[in-house]
């Protein structure tokens, strides 16, 4: 088994073109990884700015926290505050969520599905671009002029006629390329997952995570261009005038409403699914058991179809007609259904098993516990009655932030540590990962926990102060506290992420014994990813060529005694 | 500080969101304390050596059947008690103004950063709304500008101000007081301070106070206009001795010219 072939040192005569000189050298490492249209490159990167981005949104949260933390506090003007809060809401949707679920699907999918390499990797490679140019793009307008119409910019309040500055040009402009560029990224993986399947990897026997990369892709396909073609519209509103969304002149401020919401409401569920899925790789993992497989991707389909017909659960207070109220509410209560089924199978096989609890574990369960709080909160959200309360306050706001820090933060991390070996080669510090995931456990809890009372009470968000004896003090001083502690938390997490790359020692192609055939390739894989594309046989490849693999050896060892062949 | 779940209702639709609110919260504690507790359960340090019974699980379809009723029995509950809340309930008393059998109807407007009301006898106010005890007012929210969150907890709950549409809101606050609330929209700079206040009082005194402010608004009215003639009649003479002076400037250029 010896792979030192010693090849001949010249060409022969027969092809003269061919330089016998060796390969010219290899361009610097970061160039390399700046023109590769490798979808490991290109996932890596898009992660890498995730997480980058997640400590911007932390530190603008962080700001907003510490302005609140004080009845009539005069740390932030209000326009900055409104920046802030533009900027925060921007980076967490585009920079920070999005980008992390098409990371980890467009580097992970086409590895579990055996296949070595994307169907259309420079369209993939122009959405990485258009997505980073986006980012330079919001960050660079702190310069200028940043976003200051809010998380969701409403019209008419971000018409020419009422922010007349560039801010809200800057957020369309960058919104825009980043969904752009992701929805790009997202065809490529998408005609990947239909065209570049390992032989005998059919539908049914494809892994979770690659339903999801399915399901999510679709949905972003859906919801991507409408969202940019409201964006256009706005666009068009401001700059050249045009009346898509003014009510006098034949539009409606409503539609917007519609439109975004689509969007955003998509985006929940995307989010939703891709960490359900990643959750579920792991705990199959963990536990070595299956998950029942049919009712956890039908589950995930209802949630992505279902949960994006619901967007109109975000407009209970707009002036609708009362069926479309009431349909959003009964379809946000019928979510119970599929996000039930997979929280109950996933609880109880972890429940009913033996595991050694490592850091990708620790955050799966972080984020079950998390998530299972704000979409419970969400249901007091989706009833019209209760929804006219509390929607608009900081309730509403809790309940994203429980279902949103769960899935994007710690399912995010229980992701990114669950692939860390594959993608970088090495093994992650368990213990500071431990430790990371308590800090910022306890922030969460401490910074929105609170926030729920100061919603019920009747505190609106989106206002740079409130004013004493309005009874908000000590929820928003709790949660501010909260935010520092989580902010901590967030900073070593990624911390960990970083150092554990140099110092840690290298891992070995399939450290956990997975099922799926990303664990096949080496780690990092190369820019092929197989050597040798297996015959999938089942829904668990790696465990058939594992038995494959003992089977030999045993056979050989019986055989160990007999003489050998005469070569 | 003593945690309230919900606002003191001030009328008959929010004493509904209050009873669904109340529910509801016991519901999703309950819901998200047994998740928990499960979540705590399974990730609890135990006996690692020890293989797990790897039991049959609960058919997958008997599980999506009780997750079904649930949602169901969740969705009859919220329909039943937002529908009352959502119904206009009826007056028992009667105002000037307002049509019998009828909502009281008062438009609220929204601009950046105050509420403007318009009363049914075309006197108006700004930032605070004088209404009667007893009587449904229909409150008619339109904008002027951007988009404005009406949020009057205990009265109404929130609606939104659409420039181009009418958002109706109803209530009827059967006691006589002082409800305040806050703009829930992003408006602009001014959107902290967007502050509401409803002062419900009785009929008889809303009558006299509509009426008061009418002939206030009058005779504030009746006295910009008298100023507005009085400064127009003097610009008239101003202007007729101006014609004056102009034409004897006229006869002396002429009588100047004639003389070179």
Redesign the interface.
Known sequence: MSRTTSYPQTMPPTRPEVSSEGPSSRPARWIELATSADHKDIGRILMAASFGSLFLAALELLIMRLQLAVPENVFLKGVTFDRMLSLYGETGIFLVALPLVIGLLYYVVPLQIGSRGTALPRVGQIGLWLFILAGFLLYGSLLFTPPEAGINPLPPFSDATFTPNNGVDVWITSAGMAVLGLVMISIDLLTTLHNLRAPGMAWRRAPLFTWAGAIVTWLLAVIGPIFLAAITMLMIDRLYGGGYFAGDEGGSPILWQHFSNIFFTGVYMIISVTFLAAIGEIVQTFTGRQLPRKAFIWSMVAIAILGTLAWTQNMMTAPLPSGWKYFAMLISISLIVPFGLIFYNLISTLGSSDFNMRAPLRFAFGALSLASIGLAAEIAQSTIAVATQLSETYDAWAATHFAMIGFVVFGGFAAITYWYPKITGRQLNEDRARISFQIMFLGTIVAVLPLFAAGVEGQVTDSYRYFAGEGFDTYNLIAAIGTVILFVGIVLAVGNLVKSKSEEPASTPDPYRADSLEWLALSPPPAHNFDVLPDVRSTRPMRDIREAINRRDAEASETAGAPQPVA | ?A?????DAGSP?IE??NT??WI??I??LA??VV??L??L???R??D????????R?PS?VK??AG??V??IA??TV??I??DQ??EVPSSTETVAGQVKGEPLQIEATGQ?WLWRFNYPNGAFSYRRVVVPAGVTVQLNLVST???H?W?V?EL?????A??????PVFFRADEPGVYTG????????G??TMEIEVKVVEPTEYEAYIAELKQDIQSAQDKVEAEFKKSKQEATIGAAEGKKMEAEINTVDIESADSE
Request: hydrophobic letters at 40%.
């Open positions: 500080m945690l309230s779940l919900n606002p639709g509904k969101t669904l609110h509801l919260f519901v999703i819901v998200i998740v928990n499960a979540i359960r399974a990730a340090p135990r690692r050596h020890v293989q797990p019974k790897a039991g699980r997958q599980i999506t997750l079904a649930f949602a969740l969705f919220a329909t008690f937002s809340s959502r950046q500008d951007v988009i969150g949020n907890p109404t709950g929130k609606a939104q659409v420039p181009g549409e009418t958002n806050r703009s829930s929209v992003l408006s602009g700079q959107y902290d």
